[in-house]
């Protein structure tokens, strides 16, 4: 048979690692060792530092798009039913459209090439597109 023994909460072990982010660099009181950070002051070209190693969080990595780059964030502020997103991965990426109200939304996408896809959608709506 076995026992299944219900007591108070115990004591609180110690803060797993995070993925913090924000405008600018991190500054050294932010985040713990092994912490990384995303500064986001440029969405299309946002810079990744850490981990964190003796409270230092050392140099950023760019992130952003160009020939190479890890993703492409399309902003799309005016309402379409088609978006032209370009680009310059250099490779077919996937693609996560998210609505205003942070849903995923499904579309047809079409990759015309390796910089450029056209992403239609039944009616008109604002968003993002994340290429990676």
Known sequence: MTTVIVSS????????????????????G??????WYI???????????GPKTTGAWGGGVPLGSGSGASYYLHTQST???????????GRTPNITVINGSNTVVYAD???NSTTLAVISFPA?????????
């Open 79 to 89: 309402p379409a039913a088609t978006w032209q997103v370009t680009h310059s991965l």
């Open 124 to 132: 008109p709506f604002a968003g993002t597109a994340m290429c990676s």
């Open 109 to 111: 996408i079409v990759h």
């Open 30 to 35: 932010l985040g713990i060792d092994g912490d």
């Open 39 to 49: 500064d986001r002051t440029t969405p299309s070209s946002p810079v990744i530092y």
């Open 9 to 28: 909460t115990g004591t609180s072990g110690p803060r797993g690692n995070s993925v913090l982010n924000g405008t600018g660099a991190p500054g050294s």
